[in-house]
């Protein structure tokens, strides 16, 4: 590169003195840069593919409605959401899901009291059937029919049943007390406990 430059202006000192002009000067520069001559400067003289014209006549997107818009927006907004940039499927942050399901189970209950207590939900009895779970669970446990490393499961599974029989008589707590309920056949379960 310097003793490019340095040939150059020997050669140019050589010439007679137009070769000081800017002529020269842009001639010395193209063999710097290595160009082959000045003509590869030229602009080409053909005519564009039609892949060219089109990209440089573009065409305006056609106009839209404002609920095409709308809709277009929430398409583009909920398809930005799942996948990146190169439309890759965005890589689940376990602990974006932990956390997001921490939040969900604190605030749930919360969400379910207040629309008990304002009539939009008629909400289980929790407690009472937790209680006779509970019960239950400590009964099998001391007597030895459920092991000590399942007792909460178990516990879980009769809370789970309790729950579907309340739903199944229609919201009702008189399948506990009636033949064949778990009160009846199990007095110890339900002794302390305030039936409703």
Request: some cysteine.
């Amino acid at each position: 590169p310097s003793w490019q430059a340095c040939a150059c202006a020997q050669k140019m000192s050589a010439l007679p003195s137009c070769a000081s002009s800017r002529h020269a000067w842009a001639l010395c520069l193209v063999a710097l840069i290595g160009a082959p001559t000045a003509a590869a400067l030229r602009p080409p003289t053909r005519q564009p593919s039609a892949a060219r014209l089109s990209v440089m006549y573009r065409t305006a997107p056609p106009r839209l409605s404002l609920g095409q818009k709308k809709e277009e927006s929430q398409k583009e907004s909920s398809f930005a959401q799942l996948f990146d940039e190169d439309s890759a499927l965005r890589k689940i942050n376990p602990y974006e899901v932990f956390g997001w399901l921490v939040l969900f189970g604190q605030v749930t209950p919360a969400f379910l009291t207040a629309a008990g207590r304002a009539g939009l939900w008629n909400a289980p009895p929790v407690n009472l059937f937790t209680d006779i779970a509970n019960a239950a669970m400590e009964s099998g446990v001391a007597d030895g029919s459920v092991p000590k490393w399942r007792a909460t499961m178990y516990g879980q599974d009769v809370w789970k049943d309790l729950l579907g029989q309340y739903y199944a008589t229609g919201e009702s707590t008189s399948f506990l007390t009636e033949a064949g309920g778990i009160c009846a056949q199990h007095a110890e379960y339900c002794a302390g406990v305030t039936l409703p």
